[in-house]
């Protein structure tokens, strides 16, 4: 394991070699001189008809939609036909917009309310993040101006900045943050599918916002991290959800874990973008296999998040090949054992009391529910807790979640997890969730 502070003074420059970022997104992010969002949003827009001729239109792979027409109608019943038409539609596909509290411009905020978005989670702590932002703010101002540093100035006298953004250096973000940085996940979504744009990578300075699938954040919400815990989160590249959890709450130590090195190399480069160096001591980023992750140490964790690698339906849709479909598909029925294996060992590596939160973003009963149910069987010590009360209904507006899996009495169904199953108006998910408490 090594501290991610350790990692950050390697190559600042993304590379951009993840899969998902195509020649018209590089294009696209190489297009930005300034980092702020208010200059990303407005060149967003006027670029957005060129992108459009530069973005090809993505075909369905037909040999994973037949699998998954023939396995889902089972699984899901009537849900499938319509959580079809959607995943088949990629432009109705929304992202939701995590903000980072790292950083303290109001800027991102404004336009999105400009733009009709909204804040999804219920706004616990907002008006005092609000007040503490302007509060910050001022202070910002006056410890700029202590420190001989000033912010940008209009637009007019300097094309590169916006006068409603000012963009930090990481030492400066960390020393204004060091004292109080009150955790609050904020996301806000929009009822359109409109894509808000990314902003590119900036070697030392932080990105304001994360795009998601909103359903993401549900995990993350189920995994109740507090502050001063000890937080590990097994299968962690991108980052999404570890920055998530750093919006939550202040843990004493976050470990990211990812063995695939290409992918590793993607998280760390998240979490560089994301944290001030004052975060960086408490977030270590490790290249386990996580089936055998900490035989060799006798660490435990309060919470494990085990977001583990799956049919990830959205994405094997869209393979880039009917070879590479079939490969998946290949690969898929491997899956459940995997996962099991993966959730056995987070169980293993949880204090008792400990929460273990597991994850996919599939609709397959079989990586989902039955992976659950195995491991209750397999250990004793496993109990789990129903989220249906605690997060399917609060979240009900925006999400639709699935049937009750099959098998089960009235009173339990929900015990093994929900299903988060995109709907028409609620296009977010699949998601699935189950929490699982260590017995002490
Ligand atoms: C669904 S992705 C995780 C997404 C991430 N949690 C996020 O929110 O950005 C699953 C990850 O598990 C990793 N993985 C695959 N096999 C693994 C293993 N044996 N142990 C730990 N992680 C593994 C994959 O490389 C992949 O990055």
Not at 28 to 33: D, E, L, Q, T
Not at 65 to 79: A, C, E, H, P
Not at 312 to 331: A, I, M, P, T, V
Not at 378 to 384: K, S, T
Request: hydrophobic share 35%.
């Amino acid at each position: 394991m090594f501290p991610v502070s350790q990692l950050f003074n390697a190559g600042r420059i993304i590379t951009f070699k993840c899969g998902k970022l195509t020649p018209s997104h590089l294009w696209w992010f190489c297009s930005f001189p300034c980092h702020s969002a208010a200059e990303v949003v407005r060149k967003g827009a006027a670029k957005k008809q060129v992108i459009k001729k530069h973005t090809k239109e993505r075909t369905p792979c037909q040999q994973v939609l037949d699998v998954f027409d023939q396995q889902y109608s089972q699984d899901l019943g009537d849900l499938w036909a319509s959580a079809r038409s959607l995943l088949l539609d990629p432009r109705s596909w929304q992202y939701g917009v995590m903000l980072n509290r790292f950083t303290a411009g109001t800027d991102v905020r404004q336009i999105l309310q400009s733009q009709g978005f909204s804040m999804f989670l219920p706004p616990t702590e907002v008006s005092t993040r609000l007040s503490d932002a302007s509060e910050k703010q001022t202070g910002k101002d006056s410890l700029m101006s202590t420190r001989g540093i000033s912010t940008c100035p209009p637009v007019d006298s300097h094309p590169q900045c916006d006068s409603t953004s000012h963009v930090l250096s990481q030492d400066l973000q960390s020393e204004l943050f060091l004292t109080s940085p009150r955790p609050s996940l904020q996301c806000y979504i929009h009822p359109y599918p409109l894509r808000f744009p990314s902003q590119p990578h900036r070697p030392g300075q932080l990105k304001q916002y994360y795009l998601l699938n909103a359903a993401s954040l549900l995990p993350v919400l189920a995994l109740q991290v507090k502050d001063g815990e000890k937080v590990l989160d097994l299968c962690s590249a991108p980052g999404g959800k570890a920055l998530a959890i750093m919006q939550c709450a202040t843990p004493d130590l976050l470990c990211c874990n990812e063995p695939d090195p290409h992918r590793r190399n993607w998280l760390t480069k998240t979490l560089e973008s994301f944290l001030p160096l004052s975060q960086h001591n408490k977030v270590i980023v490790s290249a386990q296999d996580g089936q055998c992750f900490g035989q060799s140490e006798a660490v435990t964790y309060d919470k494990v998040l085990v977001d583990a690698p799956c049919s990830n339906d959205r994405s094997w849709l869209y393979s880039s090949s009917s070879q590479q479909g079939e490969q998946r598909l290949k690969e898929r029925a491997g899956l459940p054992t995997l996962q099991t294996r993966l959730l056995k060992s987070a169980l293993s590596l949880v204090r008792p009391g400990g929460l273990v939160v597991y994850s996919t973003c599939t609709l397959s009963n079989s990586e989902n529910y039955a992976v659950v149910e195995t491991v209750l069987r397999d250990c004793p010590e496993a109990e789990p807790e129903d989220l249906w009360e605690e997060i399917a209904i609060p979240y009900s507006k925006h999400f639709a979640f699935g049937p009750p899996y099959p098998g089960h009495g009235q009173t339990s169904h929900h015990r093994l997890g929900i299903l988060v199953v995109p709907q028409p108006g609620k296009t977010w998910g699949p998601m699935f969730l189950s929490r699982i408490r260590k017995r002490t």
